[in-house]
């Protein structure tokens, strides 16, 4: 991992030495995974123009020296840049904490994503690795970072970036909406946590965005229907609205947002259905084992007249 820090607001180039002026933003320091291509390169040029400072993080040093230079010359704004691969532990934690222990950082973005267009036999376990390592385990690992000092101070704001595919799985994104499936319902949990707080946690589930990925991932966007494709900076101009709007999930190409609304309506009443100590019926399992229901929340069996005590509600 390599950081570059408050002597980033001068570049040194071959014949010239060329000063920014930058100021320490009020709105504190928004920290971008991701952040030399897509999404993540939008945000930064969007979250600069509303004044935060900035931390960019990503693999390619060269790509991130250029956006940074550029945003600090557009926008006067303090950005920092660390060169890591978060699916590296070591990188992932020299990150973690120093991300931890900044007292500017008021935001997380954790946009860095990797995927893999592919069925899970010809997928490989190094594409499968770090798909978890990147999706998965360093999008944990940096909320955990920056979360409790979030709440400590009650305000603070994380962003999570998943899909439409973290609800629905194709032949050929089995692990890729798996590890974005991880990232609704984690955020989701988060946002239970920080429940009547100032600290906010917004889930963004883009569709087909115009970002290279899709290239990396085996998959061209030409192959794709392009009536679907939304881009990059449409995709993030919503979701900050979104967030302005103080969206707890947000779907930036979903018109009518009542569908997402009895989704989770819909999960809700699935999992209350499911809090209940004993097989549904059309599995038949009582009648096998000759128990006949004596009472709600109590078994009798006739062989051997054993009581079965009331489930626990929480169904374990």
């Given at each position: ?19 920014y002026e930058t ?47 550029r945003l600090r ?135 087909t965005t115009e ?106």
């Amino acid at each position: 991992m390599q950081t570059q820090d408050r002597e980033s607001v001068s570049d040194q180039t071959a014949n010239e030495l060329t000063v920014y002026e930058t100021h320490v933003s009020d709105r504190g320091t928004a920290v971008i995974t991701g952040a030399t291509g897509g999404i993540g390169m939008v945000y930064a040029d969007r979250l600069a123009n509303r004044g935060y400072g900035l931390i960019l993080i990503a693999r390619r040093g060269d790509r991130l020296n250029a956006i940074a230079k550029r945003l600090r010359a557009e926008h006067k704004v303090d950005v920092q840049i660390i060169v890591a691969d978060l699916s590296d532990a070591a990188d992932l934690k020299n990150v973690g904490e120093s991300i931890a222990s900044d007292p500017r950082v008021t935001m997380l973005v954790n946009n860095a994503g990797t995927a893999k267009a592919s069925p899970l036999a010809q997928t490989g376990n190094a594409a499968l690795d770090a798909m978890i390592d990147v999706n998965v385990r360093a999008l944990s690992h940096l909320s955990l970072a920056v979360l409790p000092r979030f709440q400590e101070r009650n305000q603070g704001v994380l962003i999570n970036i998943g899909s439409v595919l973290s609800f629905h799985s194709l032949p050929i994104s089995s692990v890729y909406s798996g590890t974005k499936g991880y990232i609704m319902n984690f955020t989701r949990g988060l946002q239970d946590e920080v429940a009547g707080s100032r600290v906010i946690v917004q889930l963004v589930l883009p569709a087909t965005t115009e970002t290279d990925m899709w290239e990396l991932a085996g998959l061209p966007l030409s192959k794709l229907d392009q009536g679907s494709i939304m881009s990059t900076e449409e995709c993030v101009d919503a979701a900050l609205a979104g967030l302005d709007q103080a969206e707890t999930v947000t779907l930036p190409s979903v018109e009518d947002l009542q569908l997402w609304d009895n989704y989770d309506a819909a999960r809700m009443r699935l999992f209350a259905a499911s809090q209940i100590g004993r097989s549904a019926s059309r599995y038949q399992v009582v009648k096998q084992r000759g128990i006949k229901v004596a009472s709600p929340g109590r078994l009798e069996s006739k062989r051997n007249n054993i009581r079965i005590p009331p489930s626990d509600p929480t169904g374990r």
